[in-house]
Each structure stands twice: as C-alpha cells, then as structure tokens.
C-alpha cells in the first residue's frame, strides 16, 4: 500500500471498527464477539438495517439524542463500507440532531477526520474531551487529528492519555501507528500484538490482522502479511481492506492475473481512490495501458464525487498527479494540502510535486522533512532518491533507492519498476 492511503486508512479504521460495533449494539441489533465470518454484502445489509432500526426509534423518540449519535455514527461507517460520500451529510444531519452532547462531539470529531477536515477533528475532540475528559475515544479521535496536522508532541500525548484510560484495542492500535511513525517497526508489531490481544469483536479483529499484515507487507515478509491478511478474513468475511491486502500479495509473488481479477471486483463493489489507483498502476505496469486510463477516468470522478461531499484529499490528489507527470496540478494540490498542515505526509508530497516540476533543491528540504521522524517508508525513499538524482547526488541517491527496494520492492506495482530503472542508470554511471 502506498503510504498515502496508509494514513488515511489508518485514520479511518481505526475508528470505524469501534463505531460498526456502536451502531450494532444500538436498541434492537447487538452483536456477539464469536459470531461467523460478515461478508462485505452482508455488512452493508446489516449496518442498512441498523439504520433503519434507529430510524425507526428516533421517530417514536425524536428528542433520543443517544440514538442520533449512535445514527450519526452509522452513516460514518455505511460511508466506509459502500464507498458512498453522500452519507456524511446525513451523519452530520443526524450528529447535529444528537445535541451539544460528548458522544455527538466526538461523531462530529470522526466524520471531520473521515473528511479530511482534521482541524475541525481536533476542535470537535478537545470539546468532547472538554464534556468527557474521561473518554478514550475523544483522545483518539484527537491523536488521528492531530497526527494529521503534524503535531507530533500532541498526538504521542493524546496516545498515551488514551492508553492510561483504556488499554483497548484502539488505543494499542493508535501506539502502532505512532511508533511506525518514528522508525520502530518492532514497537509498532508489538503494540499490534497487544491491540489483537485485547480484541473482542470481528471487526477488531480483521483489523489487528490488517494492520499486522500491512507491517509485515512493508518490510517485505510476504508470507507473514498473507498469513495475517488470510487470518483476518476469516475473522470477517470478505474484508475489502484484508482483500486488497491479498491482491498485493499476489502481485508480489507475480500472480499478476489472480490481482488484476482481484482488484477488478474490489473497485466495482468498493471504488474507493486508493484501491482504484492500486488498479491503475497495476494495468499500466502490466502494459494495459487503455484499460490503466480508464480506471483514472474513474478515479479522477470518484475524487471529485469525495469533493463534492465535502471529503477533500488534495493529498492523495497531488500524488497521483506528480506519478503521472502533471506537475502543475500536483504541486497546486499539495500547496494547497500544505497550507492546512505540515505532517510529514504533506511534506513528502511536496517533495514530489517540486521534484517533477525541476525545483529539486526546493524538494530535498521537504524531503528532509519528511523523513525527520524516521519513519521506514519505502515510497519517501524512493521519492528521495529520484530528487537526489536529479541533483547529481549520485551516492545518496543509490543509497536511497536501494533503502526503498530493500525495505519493500513492492511498494507500488509502478513506481518501484522506475526506482529499479533508476538504480541501474545510477550503477552504470559509475
């Protein structure tokens, strides 16, 4: 997985397992944690019935504003399981309707960092940490925001506040990424070890496995992520996360047909901007370069339908721009990302936006940035490597790419092809 939609999904689920199992356990559906396997179908049908259920209950009781954050909540989380944007209007109709209320704030907290708005995630956070200073899902909510936003100090504080009020599942979980973050990918498997632990429901469950596979997809333990990503699954069905998971599996092991017919079915139940780029790159690596252009059509139309309900992520957008080679278009969207926040994600992006514009002295100071905390990112190297390059670097350069292709050689079906060209014409120099 591109880093990317690393975070992004990190952020997101980190949080929507724990709302599916809120909203689930609302006045008339609960869920035990041994149930079977949840197909994605099914998950959909059943977060639609949840719904509808509350529904029902808020028009006997409109004034239950329990129940309209636990509505508000759904609606997050029907957003994330069909990949339709239009539900965060009505989770936000439903959490206004929910009052002045903790659990309002923090849904209100959620849907901003679904949305991408992580300023107002951390505003919603500290007003529902100001009305539940007890709640660990407020400090959460405010650790993703503020992990987003780059304030770093802030986040680890919110992370640790969270894991002395509930040493959760969640709260493990958020530790992981924090610890990723800073370089110490031994830390992060732990913390990840111990989140799988404390997990109670198949939702956490798929989860912990995901991120677990994730890690060990990201230092190239391949048969360790598939073992994770294929344990997940059979805590919850057909997990569209852990099925992506299982399509980089099979493109790193060269079953490139079994991820192409993967990931086909992923982006026509799910077509979500980062499984349908992961599919574009795919194709265009395989030499599909029609069917590739198709599926960035699409893209470009999922982004803007995102944009249209206010789930901006001019991030993403400027990635895909610069890996495309539209400077113009990606150094405008990353300007545009890195005067709401400067987290090293950002700054990476705007590594890359200027490197494709030839400002490459101006990019290796972000890229400085970028890799400040430490993080063990095979995409940041790669970006860093092409920019020493550009600069004459030579040694730096091999130095970097090599990093990334070490650290991951299947970082990106696409990208890690150039980063492989780059080393040889590097090498050859000599």
């Not at 899902?137 to 802030?154: C, I, N, P, S």
């Not at 344990?231 to 099979?250: C, E, F, H, I, N």
């Not at 991030?315 to 080679?325: C, E, F, I, Q, Y």
Request: charged share 25%; with cysteine; proline share 3%.
């Amino acid at each position: 997985m591109r880093y990317q939609r690393r975070q992004a999904v990190a952020v997101g689920l980190l949080v929507t397992a724990a709302l599916a199992h809120l909203a689930a356990s609302g006045p008339a559906d609960s869920r035990a944690g041994g149930e079977p396997p949840v197909p994605a179908v099914a998950r959909q049908n059943q977060m639609h019935r949840v719904v509808h259920q509350l529904q029902q209950r808020l028009h006997a009781l409109p004034q239950d504003q329990a129940s309209w954050a636990r509505l508000g909540s759904s609606y997050v989380e029907l957003a994330r399981v069909t990949a339709d944007p239009s539900y965060y209007a009505k989770a936000e109709g439903a959490l206004k309707k929910a009052g002045d209320t903790g659990p309002a704030a923090i849904g209100m907290g959620t849907l901003a960092n679904a949305r991408h708005d992580f300023h107002a995630a951390r505003d919603w956070a500290l007003r529902a940490i100001t009305a539940l200073p007890s709640s660990a899902e407020a400090h959460g909510v405010l650790a993703d925001a503020l992990t987003q936003l780059g304030d770093d100090a802030g986040a680890q504080a919110a992370v640790q506040r969270m894991l002395d009020l509930k040493p959760n599942t969640a709260s493990f979980a958020r530790a992981s990424f924090h610890l990723e973050l800073h370089g110490d990918a031994e830390g992060a498997r732990a913390a990840m070890h111990r989140a799988l632990k404390a997990a109670s429901t198949p939702e956490e469950i798929a989860f912990c496995r995901y991120r677990l596979g994730e890690l060990a997809f990201d230092h190239n333990r391949l048969d360790e992520a598939a073992q994770h990503y294929e344990q997940g699954l059979a805590a919850r069905g057909d997990d569209m996360t852990l099925t992506q998971g299982m399509a980089k599996v099979a493109v790193a092991r060269g079953d490139v047909p079994v991820a192409l017919e993967d990931y086909r079915r992923l982006v026509a139940r799910a077509p979500l901007p980062q499984y349908l780029q992961e599919y574009a790159e795919l194709l265009e690596a395989a030499g599909k370069t029609d069917e590739a252009a198709r599926q960035y059509v699409v893209l470009t139309e999922q982004q803007r339908l995102m944009e249209s309900q206010g789930a901006s992520d001019d991030l993403a957008a400027a990635l895909v721009a610069a890996d495309r080679g539209d400077g113009v278009q990606a150094l405008r969207r990353a300007e545009a990302e890195w005067g709401r926040r400067q987290s090293v994600f950002v700054a990476d992006a705007m590594a890359w936006a200027l490197h494709v514009n030839g400002r490459d002295a101006e990019a290796l100071s972000y890229s400085d940035r970028a890799v400040a905390q430490g993080w063990q990112n095979a995409t940041f190297s790669y970006h860093r490597g092409m920019i020493l390059a550009a600069l004459g670097r030579v040694a730096e350069a091999q130095e970097a790419l090599v990093r990334a292709l070490t650290l991951n050689p299947n970082f990106s079906p696409l990208q890690a092809l150039k980063a492989g060209r780059k080393l040889a014409e590097l090498r050859g120099g000599r």
